[in-house]
């Protein structure tokens, strides 16, 4: 299986970030990589398709605001990592967005992912490995990895969150529409609900986002992954939520799973992008479900049984001592 990574994508790294009250050490850590290439084996640098395809997902405005925060946020004064700490109520009057602490609000929903001023050739890198990895697969691989590293599934068409700044699976699947494939599919199966997806698709027919994830009654992202959320428009039906409560082992899950790769069956997708997340592992120090190493072989052979041409992009798993194995065990199984 073709894997792709690029060097660059060590340079983003966040000292802190504010979690219930306090600043504690950030989670998503340039060592989550580095496991991940040791255990696979390593990784081809990925070709660079240059900015055309993210702008096909994220908007210019927001493009420029990641390129430009970290000089903006210097030039106020502040030394350290770029942070947001006042956000713009929904709905209210036009925004007045000359002042950076006005934009790292407006683009971003959390105070849990700090921008640096190597976070957006990270995030370029990171998107560009999921670009490789949609392209190894129109070249007739079944099935190829990113090492999506900023992650992806949170960051919305114009705002970033969660660790995440640019949407390596929502760029994936657009490359396919682009390419030509008229239906594909997201499946996403890391502990969180992938809000910035849904969201990129909410009211789109032509990309199936279905996801397995901790319920937001009691985790991250809190707002989204309900499972009364199913899209609107033309994306009505399009949108599958399938909240689990903490504890969820391999049997509950693999029947959620089944669920969404059924439902992705009927929809009938020429392409399948994976979000495959690793912080569904027992011991992952932020999350509370309970699957074992050897369980994401079997999840992936599922996932692999059904015979789409599969794209899978890297999302969370913090338990750094552990990943490696993790997304070793789940690659094994295509
Ligand atoms: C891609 C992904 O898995 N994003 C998850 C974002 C979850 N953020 C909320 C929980 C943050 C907990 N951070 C604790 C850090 C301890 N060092
Ligand atoms: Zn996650």
Same mark, same amino acid.
């Given at each position: ?53 993210? =702008? ?54 959390? &105070? ?13 890198? +990171? ?5 490789? &990895? ?7 691989? #079944? ?66 986002? =279905? ?40 049997? =509950? ?5 089944? #669920? ?14 994976? +979000? ?10 932020? +999350? ?5 190493? +050897? ?40």
């Amino acid at each position: 299986m073709r894997r792709f990574f690029a060097p660059v994508q060590l340079t983003h790294a966040p000292a802190r970030e504010l979690h219930n009250g306090s600043f504690v050490a950030y989670a998503e850590v340039p060592a989550r990589a580095e496991t991940i290439l040791r255990a696979i084996g390593g990784a081809e640098a990925p070709e660079d398709r240059g900015e055309a395809p993210i =702008a096909a997902v994220h908007a210019p405005d927001y493009l420029a605001f990641l390129k430009e925060a970290p000089a903006r946020w210097a030039a106020a004064g502040r030394s350290g990592d770029a942070i947001p700490y006042t956000f713009p109520v929904v709905g209210r009057r036009a925004l007045r967005l000359d002042r950076i602490d006005a934009l790292m609000g407006r683009y971003g929903f959390d &105070a849990t992912t700090p921008i640096t001023a190597d976070t957006w050739a990270a995030a370029y890198g +990171s998107a560009q490995t999921a670009l490789a &990895a949609t392209h190894a697969v129109f070249g007739g691989e #079944r099935a190829a990895f990113a090492l999506g590293r900023p992650p992806g599934h949170h960051a919305g068409a114009d705002y970033c969150g969660g660790y995440c700044h640019l949407n390596t699976a929502a760029i994936a699947a657009q490359a396919a529409r682009d390419a030509g494939h008229p239906r594909v599919a997201i499946l996403d199966i890391d502990y969180h609900h992938g809000n910035g997806t849904q969201d990129i698709f909410w009211d789109r027919g032509d990309v199936f986002y =279905a996801s397995v994830h901790a319920d937001p009654a009691t985790d991250y992202p809190f707002y989204w992954g309900h499972a009364d959320e199913t899209g609107e428009g033309e994306g009505r039906g399009a949108t599958l939520n399938l909240p689990l409560p903490h504890g969820t082992r391999l049997d =509950a899950f693999r029947v959620a799973q089944s #669920r969404a790769l059924d439902a992705i069956s009927r929809f009938g997708p020429g392409l399948l992008v994976v +979000s495959f997340g690793a912080d569904t592992w027992q011991g992952d120090p932020i +999350s509370r479900f309970s699957l074992t190493t +050897s369980d994401y072989a079997l999840l992936a052979r599922d996932i692999a049984g059904a015979g789409w041409p599969t794209v899978v992009v890297m999302e969370g798993g913090y338990a750094v001592d552990a990943l490696g194995a993790n997304v070793a065990s789940f690659l094994s199984g295509f």
